[in-house]
């Protein structure tokens, strides 16, 4: 877990040091950035603000709650320790956001088959949510958020369909010790129904 987290702030603070013509965007400041740096939800903060659509299908919050898990075993000290399925949880977050940052696959050497599940759901479900803000723009509905298209336009079975899969992303994400792989093989379908009925709305 504390790996984990450590990476993650490596990469936090990597992606926010990349020149403009590497970001394709104006990153922070110097300053701002020494700022941060002694503190995870200030950088957290300013890669909410300079990372823009690259977060989509990451949530930020749930990988400060991860740092603080990380922060109870490192300064604690009294021997806790983190079930299996948090650190698994919280590497596939971190591959998700090391993936939309840096635009490049990772592979994990090793990886169990209830993670490799995660991962490919979470994947899919970034993809959707990039999809989705894409469609709010060209449809050009007042709200650009992921969910505005399907509120806007989606029938009620596709409303039900998007709900019980966002319910399942949020269970897998705090709850993974709850699923087993095979648990994963419906919401990964149900993912491709609903890009394939995002991409018909007019």
Do not use: C
């Not at 990349?18 to 995870?40: D, I, V």
């Not at 490192?74 to 320790?81: E, F, L, Q």
Request: glycine residues 4%.
């Amino acid at each position: 877990m504390i790996s984990i987290d450590n990476a993650v702030e490596l990469m936090v603070k990597t992606f926010l040091s990349l020149p403009r013509r590497k970001l394709g965007t104006k990153g922070p400041s110097r300053k701002q950035l020494e700022e941060a740096s002694n503190s995870f939800p200030s950088l957290l903060d300013l890669l909410e603000e300079f990372a823009g659509e690259r977060l989509t299908g990451v949530s930020l919050d749930e990988i400060e709650w991860y740092h603080r898990i990380r922060n109870q075993l490192y300064h604690s000290g009294n021997g806790i320790t983190v079930e299996l399925a948090r650190v698994q949880t919280y590497l596939s977050l971190a591959k998700t956001l090391f993936q939309n940052l840096f635009e490049t696959e990772l592979t994990l050497s090793a990886e169990s088959p209830i993670q490799n599940r995660l991962g490919v759901f979470l994947g899919k479900w970034g993809i959707f949510e990039r999809e989705l803000i894409e469609r709010a723009k060209e449809l050009d509905l007042p709200d650009k958020r992921p969910g505005a298209v399907l509120f806007y336009r989606a029938d009620k079975p596709t409303k039900q369909l998007w709900m019980e899969t966002k319910d399942f992303r949020n269970t897998a994400v705090h709850k993974l010790e709850t699923l087993a792989a095979k648990d994963f093989d419906e919401p990964i379908k149900n993912i491709d129904i609903l890009l394939e009925r995002t991409r018909r709305y007019t």
